[in-house]
């Protein structure tokens, strides 16, 4: 199951060789919630892998970003104590414009209708 969530890129890390085979890149966002009227900040590290470690590479700290990712649980068991360990795998990001300044209109608005080009004399354009 893929999931996903828009927030602020905070940090960048270095791609990690793991082992000759692997290797991981770490990155987090900031999101903020209002609740009642207070705002809430979580900051949420985000795992990325392989082949993936480079989709953070064209956005800058700072800037606001969706972020796609998978739910991943692992068991590790060493001197007979169990641990379990969750990522956040990030597999896609997205650039994501901040919200327009008040009184700006950020998209047209396809539900009025529009004159067509020419003046709208009545004249058929139509080729049939």
Known sequence: MSFE????????????????????REFVIEKSDDINGRVINNYIKFQSVQDRTGIVDRFNEGENVKV???????????????????????????????????????????????????????GDDLPF
């Open 68 to 122: 796609y990712f998978n739910i991943k649980g692992t068991r590790w068991e060493k001197d007979g104590k169990v641990n379990y360990i969750t990522n956040l795998d990030a597999w896609r990001m997205e650039s994501v414009m901040a919200a327009a300044a008040p009184g700006t209109d950020p998209q047209p608005n396809y539900n009025t209708p529009q004159m067509p080009a020419g003046g709208g004399d009545g």
């Open 5 to 24: 969530i828009t927030g602020k890129l905070i940090v960048k890390y270095n791609t990690v060789q793991r082992s000759e085979t692997f290797k991981t």
